[in-house]
């Protein structure tokens, strides 16, 4: 059973970083793409980043490149989202998801922005200003 959880929500100042973390367990890690999306009070889900681990493949949107890094831990199955210099448009739910092996590049990116298979449970993060 494919499995996902997200960890790492809080409350932070704006201009503070948080790391949240995604643990997987239930497939095969390395072969996989795991994506981070949120969801705004109000807003459409939009896809943030995705790591496909296969090949190392990163997706970010625009708006977040430069202040968002995406890492995979093989050792532990899990995927990091690292958050720096957090401003409180970043206010959101956020949540994990993953997609098997089964997409060409092209239709991945796509899918990193829009929706992936299998989801996790949510991670609050709130910045306040």
């Known amino acids: 059973e494919v499995q996902l959880q997200a960890s790492g929500g809080g409350l932070v100042q704006a201009g503070r970083s948080l790391r949240l973390s995604c643990a997987t367990s239930?497939?095969?890690?390395?072969?996989?793409?795991i994506g981070w999306f949120r969801q705004a009070p109000g807003k459409e889900r939009e896809g943030v980043s995705c790591?496909?681990?296969?090949?190392?493949?990163?997706y970010y949107k625009a708006s977040v490149k430069g202040r968002f890094t995406i890492s995979s831990d093989f050792a532990k199955n899990t995927v990091y989202l690292q958050i720096n210099n957090l401003k409180p448009e970043d206010t959101a739910v956020y949540y994990c998801?993953?997609?098997?092996?089964?997409?060409?590049?092209?239709?991945?990116?796509?899918?990193?922005?829009?929706?992936?298979?299998?989801w996790g449970k949510g991670t609050q993060v709130t910045v306040s200003s």
């Open positions: 998801a993953a997609d098997p092996p089964k997409w060409a590049p092209d239709t991945q990116t796509r899918r990193c922005r829009s929706g992936m298979d299998y």
């Open positions: 239930g497939f095969t890690f390395g072969d996989w793409t």
């Open positions: 790591i496909t681990n296969s090949d190392r493949n990163t």
